[in-house]
């Protein structure tokens, strides 16, 4: 028995089915396309916290320049066979240790972990007016501010961040943004607070995103883009449109090949 095979019309479903398999639909990767923004719960207030291992560049300036000297420290480095300074000198920084101290010049031991900026600022002002230095101006900046983007994204990767007022957008957009098989709408962050690893789930699709309590990033924030069911399943790292093409090639080729 004689199979009859139109060949054009099995080429176009062929081609239709291939294309199919290959779209994407627009709701599962436009950003902010869910839900009004609510201005009442948006704030571009952002604290940052200090924490254990944050590497902290305090500088003490007043009018009196001698009274701060021992505030603001080098840090040098020393050749063992000429007893001399190398290179060029540098801020001394201090290390908020395990406990959340750091061993600050003739204040000795102070406890900062857990404490924001202003909170710091504010203790230090205490203990070196009117003692040390009158009415003193302090500056204090994170040197390893840094953030981790894992997962389905672009570039994942630690980055360090020069200032600290950074959004996960910024991160996101650090890392070259989501791949095309990353999930939009199950973005993790987890942050440290305390001495807990918190998690928070946020969905880029969503205008909610800009109220989310993550939105401005703190320093250690982990942010990991899960994978889609269908890179999971194919364990494809990118989707490519030349291997539809390619298998749309060879459909019609095996069609051909069975209609003459």
């Known amino acids: 028995m004689k199979v009859f095979f139109d060949k054009g019309k099995i080429i176009f479903i062929l081609f239709v089915l291939v ?47 001698e009274a701060v000297r021992p505030f603001n420290l080098p840090a040098v480095a ?5 007893n001399s300074v190398v290179g060029q000198p540098q801020q001394l920084s201090y290390l ?3 406990k959340g101290e ?7 031991k102070l406890k900062i972990g857990g404490l924001t900026r202003e909170q710091t600022i504010k203790l230090l002002k205490d203990k070196l007016d009117p003692d040390y230095v ?14 981790n983007v894992t997962g389905d994204v672009q570039r994942p990767g630690t ?14 957009s650090l890392a070259g943004d989501l791949n095309i098989s990353g999930r939009r709408d199950n973005v993790l962050v987890t942050r440290e607070e305390g001495d807990k690893k918190v998690q928070y789930v946020v969905d880029l699709r969503s205008n909610k995103l800009f109220s989310s309590p993550v939105f401005y990033l703190q320093q250690n924030d982990n942010i ?5 069911y269908a890179r999971i399943q194919s364990a494809s790292s990118n989707t490519n ?17 069975l209609t003459r």
């Open 19 to 65: 294309c199919l398999s290959a779209c994407v639909s627009n709701k599962k990767i436009a950003y902010f396309q869910y839900d009004e923004i609510d201005q009442e719960d948006i704030s571009n207030v952002y604290t940052t916290v200090f924490k254990p291992d944050d590497l902290l560049q305090i500088t003490i300036s007043a009018e009196d320049l």
């Open 78 to 82: 020393f050749s063992v066979s000429t």
């Open 96 to 98: 908020i240790d395990s």
């Open 102 to 108: 750091i061993d600050f010049p003739l204040l000795g």
């Open 134 to 147: 009158i009415d003193p101006n302090i500056n204090i900046r994170i040197a390893n501010f840094k953030i």
């Open 159 to 172: 980055y360090t961040i020069p200032n600290e007022r950074v959004t996960i957008l910024d991160a996101i």
């Open 224 to 228: 990991y883009v899960e994978h889609n």
């Open 241 to 257: 449109t030349s291997l539809f093409i390619s298998i749309t090639g060879l459909l019609i080729t095996i069609v051909s090949l």
